[in-house]
């Protein structure tokens, strides 16, 4: 008997016990989360945004004295790039072909899978404008609308590419005119009859592209006055590669060239070995 009730003191005492010890490991693990909590949130936190300010002012302070390098070596750069920008042009004449520029009336048709049948024959009401460099040829079109049915065209040709002038040209125009050459292309006007087009024609024609056709003006000008004051074979030292047929880069870089087997590069025009200037 004695065994038992000695049996169940202790297990009272140890239930004591264990409470106290847990009790206590509660208030550890307050006193800690409180500790924790100030450091992070309290006595810490305010050296850390004050480092992080430290540091983000001197990135700042970095990146402006870059800014300002970089503005001074551009501008640098831009007065050096006049004179290569200049021949680059000359080059770019030079290279332009003077060429017969024909606008024949045959290529541009209906196409043939819409029912031209019932539409009007095209009407071509002679040049908007017309050089040697350059022609405007006008058309009169049936279109696919229900009302304004009739469009005032123009077509144009011009031998300078689009580096060198850039005519507007209109993907939008439904008529079978896929020639080569042809860079200037454009909707003037729909209206409901084809009176009305040539009306309008008479009063705006000087109007129509009037811009383009001066700012055309001006680049043939200066295109004339290269031809007479340069030929190509001035600029031969500044040639990286060049070909006895004639090509040559001005920048090795500018052109995915092929190599043969020596490792030379070739020229693209007649397959030839290229020579190369450093
Ligand atoms: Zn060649």
Redesign the pocket.
């Known amino acids: 008997m004695e065994q038992k009730q000695e049996l169940i003191k202790q297990y009272k005492e140890n239930e004591q016990e264990i409470k106290k010890i847990n009790n206590s490991l509660d208030e550890l693990r307050e006193k800690n989360r409180k500790e924790t909590y100030n450091l992070q949130y309290k006595i810490y936190y305010d050296r850390i945004r004050a480092l992080q300010d430290e540091r983000d002012k001197k990135i700042n302070e970095l990146n402006k004295q870059l800014k300002e390098k970089e503005n001074t070596k551009e501008q640098e750069r831009e007065k050096l790039e006049g004179v290569i920008i200049k021949i680059q042009r000359i080059i770019k004449f030079l290279k332009t072909k003077k060429k017969d520029i024909v606008i024949n009336e045959n290529d541009v048709k209906y196409y043939d899978r819409y029912n031209t049948k019932d539409k009007k024959p095209l009407e071509w009401l002679g040049y908007l404008y017309s050089d040697e460099f350059l022609k405007i040829k006008l058309l009169i079109a049936e279109n696919d609308k229900p009302k304004n049915k009739y469009s005032l065209i123009v077509y144009g040709k011009c031998i300078f590419t689009d580096d060198i002038i850039k005519f507007p040209y209109s993907y939008g125009i439904n008529l079978n005119d896929n020639y080569n050459g042809l860079n200037l292309k454009i909707l003037i006007k729909d209206t409901s009859t084809i009176e009305e087009l040539k009306k309008y024609l008479e009063k705006n024609k000087d109007k129509i592209l009037k811009e383009k056709i001066e700012e055309y003006k001006e680049i043939k000008k200066e295109y004339l006055n290269t031809l007479e004051d340069y030929k190509i074979e001035d600029f031969k030292e500044l040639f990286k590669v060049e070909?006895?047929?004639?090509?040559f880069l001005l920048n090795k870089n500018s052109y995915s060239l092929d190599y043969n087997n020596k490792n030379k590069p070739l020229?693209p025009?007649?397959k030839?070995v290229l020579k190369e200037r450093k």
């Open positions: 070909c006895s047929c004639g090509f020229c025009k007649c030839g």
